[in-house]
T-cell receptor, first 112, second 114 residues
Framework: DQQVKQNSPSLSVQEGRISILNCDYT??????FLWYKKYPAEGPTFLIS?????DKNEDGRFTVFLNKSAKHLSLHIVPSQPGDSAVYFC???????????FGKGTRLHILP | DAGVIQSPRHEVTEMGQEVTLRCKPI?????LFWYRQTMMRGLELLIY????????DSGMPEDRFSAKMPNASFSTLKIQPSEPRDSAVYFC????????????FGDGTRLSIL
């Protein structure tokens, strides 16, 4: 059973508009969440994270929102740029554990 | 600064052969992780080490897979004998020794078993 779910395999967004990537989790013990970005033929790179004591974290064009009651988080990218075209992985961690659990990823296409 | 270095980048071999994937973590990182990425299962953790000691190998699919970390700067993932269903991209990642730190990934090894 997948503990971290990214239900949209792909998403297309016009350049300049907002991209919203969604992630759901099932384990209520998760208390730290991360987003990674992956380009083809490269490894994933860390993008942004959020602790469960917050409901929002912002870094430039990237904002992550956490809704603990719904066990849902989202990544907002605004404005979307061509270089944002990549696969985005949501990941979660349970504080007592050193490992993080990844979702299957969402492929984002930024259209010109 | 050098990132996580994996070799080879690509490996094509016949079923039944032994495959060895190599990883050099970032210097000073105490955690090392091996992942496998497939279309069906996404990015799944196989095993991770802390200070060269295997901590959790529950993700290793079966006894054909083994991993070692003989020292802080080198780790191997071995598959013997290899099977076509092992075809995937294998990533190594490392992180600092704190509760949760972003993991730094290598560029992966694309493995094809014919």
């Amino acid at each position: 059973d997948q503990q971290v779910k990214q239900n949209s395999p792909s998403l297309s967004v016009q350049e300049g508009r907002i991209s919203i990537l969604n992630c759901d989790y099932t384990n209520s013990m998760f208390d730290y969440f991360l987003w990674y970005k992956k380009y083809p033929a490269e490894g994933p790179t860390f993008l942004i994270s959020i602790s469960s004591i917050k409901d929002k974290n912002e870094d430039g064009r990237f904002t992550v929102f956490l809704n603990k009651s719904a066990k849902h988080l989202s990544l907002h990218i605004v404005p979307s740029q061509p270089g944002d075209s990549a696969v985005y992985f949501c990941a979660a961690n349970e504080n007592r554990d050193d490992k993080i659990i990844f979702g299957k990823g969402t492929r984002l296409h930024i259209l010109p | 600064d050098a990132g996580v270095i994996q070799s080879p980048r690509h490996e094509v071999t016949e079923m039944g052969q032994e495959v060895t994937l190599r990883c050099k973590p970032i210097s000073g990182h105490d955690y090392l992780f091996w992942y496998r990425q497939t279309m069906m299962r996404g990015l799944e953790l196989l095993i991770y080490f802390n200070n060269n000691v295997p901590i959790d190998d529950s993700g290793m699919p079966e006894d054909r897979f083994s991993a070692k970390m003989p020292n802080a700067s080198f780790s191997t993932l071995k598959i013997q004998p290899s099977e076509p269903r092992d075809s995937a991209v294998y990533f190594c990642a490392s992180s600092l020794a704190m509760v949760v730190q972003p993991q730094h990934f290598g560029d992966g090894t694309r493995l094809s078993i014919l």
